[in-house]
């Protein structure tokens, strides 16, 4: 399987130029292709947090660490001493970082459910209206965000695939077909969670009609 320095520079160096190329077409201003370049790339990182010893699944809980602290200091800054919000962010971040990170650890395995395209749908799905409500971008910015968290993570599924094939010697690796999988059949009810997650995700996001139109257009 590819390192985690190859998933970020591949991810990278492909959906910075898919973003480019969506401001040059006028799809996305700016800050937009900005999101979409920083979004494939994390994307890329994705399907790797059911390792429990990989740098991703620590970015990953960092990162949902301070959204939690953030969104407690937005909700309750105005509501209790100053004082408080820091200790209630402090500990809404280290409640991340430990046992709920802990539990994912417990309950995953790695190049499981989570490594796999429905997966990657639902990291889409999860994205959408984590940018629309809590980050309170546009209905297309958001969906753009979450079209590259697609395809970031897909990214990383496909690079597996390759680095499974060992080239100067033509021989296939025993992990090839573990990573660019459309689920893992050996864990119904993990899959069937994922596809219960895609559709909440779904019906918490913005309609796609944005795009619907700029495409049409």
């Not at 889409?124 to 209206?129: E, Q, S, T, Y």
């Not at 573990?178 to 893992?184: G, V």
């Amino acid at each position: 399987m590819a390192n985690f320095n190859t998933h970020v520079t591949v991810a990278a160096a492909i959906s910075a130029p898919l973003a480019a190329g969506a401001f040059i077409m006028g799809f996305a201003n700016m800050n937009e292709a900005i999101f979409y370049a920083l979004a494939g790339t994390l994307g890329g990182l994705l399907p790797d947090i059911d390792a429990d010893e990989s740098i991703a699944i620590r970015l990953v809980f960092r990162l949902f660490g301070a959204l939690a602290a953030g969104l407690i200091i937005a909700v309750w800054v105005h509501q209790l001493p100053h004082w408080q919000v820091l200790a209630w962010a402090i500990a809404g971040y280290l409640v991340v970082r430990l046992p709920i990170q802990w539990v994912f650890e417990q309950l995953t395995i790695h190049r499981g459910t989570l490594h796999s395209l429905l997966a990657n749908v639902m990291f889409a799905a999860i994205a959408v209206p984590i940018a629309f409500h809590v980050f309170d971008l546009s209905a297309k910015t958001a969906w753009g965000i979450g079209a590259f968290i697609f395809i970031g993570s897909t990214i990383h599924l496909i690079l597996d695939e390759l680095y499974s094939i060992e080239l100067s010697g033509m021989r296939i690796k025993r992990s090839f077909g573990t990573a660019l999988k459309l689920t893992d059949w050996g864990e119904p009810l993990a899959s069937l969670l994922l596809v219960l997650v895609c559709g909440l995700g779904y019906w918490l996001s913005p309609t796609p009609d944005a795009w619907v139109s700029a495409f049409a257009g």
